[in-house]
């Protein structure tokens, strides 16, 4: 061999490069973190000096690969110190909040009322829109109905429910939460 050990390494690499990060992603578990490594292992390499030898080139890449994936993995995985876990047990959570609480529910009691005075229909698909999270054109399926009527429905249902319920802040802005597959 009259190239460097580094520019031999290199070739390697770049010749058996999808051989190695598929062992690689095995070894990781992780296609982005082989590749990651990967990159990393050429840039060490660039960096190397030209002195020495290996016997196994590819045993040598992946080792020095996994090695380069196991530093960053246990790097990103560091504990808190002592200064942050305290700081995180004096974060005030925002979701148990009594008040904040004690309005969803008024909130929930309020649309209620409001449901139960829509027309069945109207009502029905509000429900399987905003609650079950279906597509319009499966609620039209299933009640027999049109797209366009689907659509209706719902336009007047949310008018409905911002005219009844002034004070409640998601039927001002015009949409309820919920799963919606659209």
Same mark, same amino acid.
């Not at 660039?46 to 690969?65: E, I, K, P």
């Not at 027309?119 to 499966?138: F, K, M, S, T």
């Not at 336009?155 to 409905?160: G, H, I, P, T, V």
């Given at each position: ?13 770049? &010749? ?6 598929? @062992? ?16 990393? +292992? ?16 590819? =045993?040598? %890449? ?16 560091? %504990? ?20 904040? #609480? ?7 009691? =309020? ?8 027309? &069945? ?17 499966? #609620? ?8 366009? +009527?689907?659509? @209706? ?27 919606? @597959?659209?």
């Amino acid at each position: 061999m009259n190239e460097g050990l580094s520019s031999t390494l290199r070739a390697r690499m770049v &010749a058996r490069y999808v051989e190695l990060r598929g @062992k690689l992603e095995r070894i990781v578990g992780s296609r982005d973190d082989a590749a990651d490594a990967m990159q990393e +292992t050429w840039l060490r390499l660039a960096a190397m000096g030209d002195t020495g030898t290996v016997n196994n080139a590819d =045993a040598y %890449l992946l080792r020095m690969a996994a090695n380069i994936a196991t530093d960053h993995y246990r790097q990103s995985n560091v %504990l808190l110190v002592r200064g942050e876990i305290d700081d995180l047990v004096h974060i005030v959570d925002e979701v148990s909040d009594p008040e904040r #609480i004690a309005s969803a529910r008024s909130d929930v009691r =309020a649309l209620g009322l409001v449901l139960g005075r829509m027309p &069945a229909r109207r009502r029905a698909i509000l429900v399987a829109a905003r609650v079950e999270g279906q597509l319009n054109d499966e #609620i039209a399926r299933r009640f027999d109905v049109s797209l366009s +009527t689907v659509e @209706k429905e719902l336009r007047a249902a949310l008018e409905f429910c911002k005219k009844h319920l002034p004070d409640v802040e998601a039927a001002q802005r015009g949409h309820f939460a919920g799963p919606r @597959k659209y």
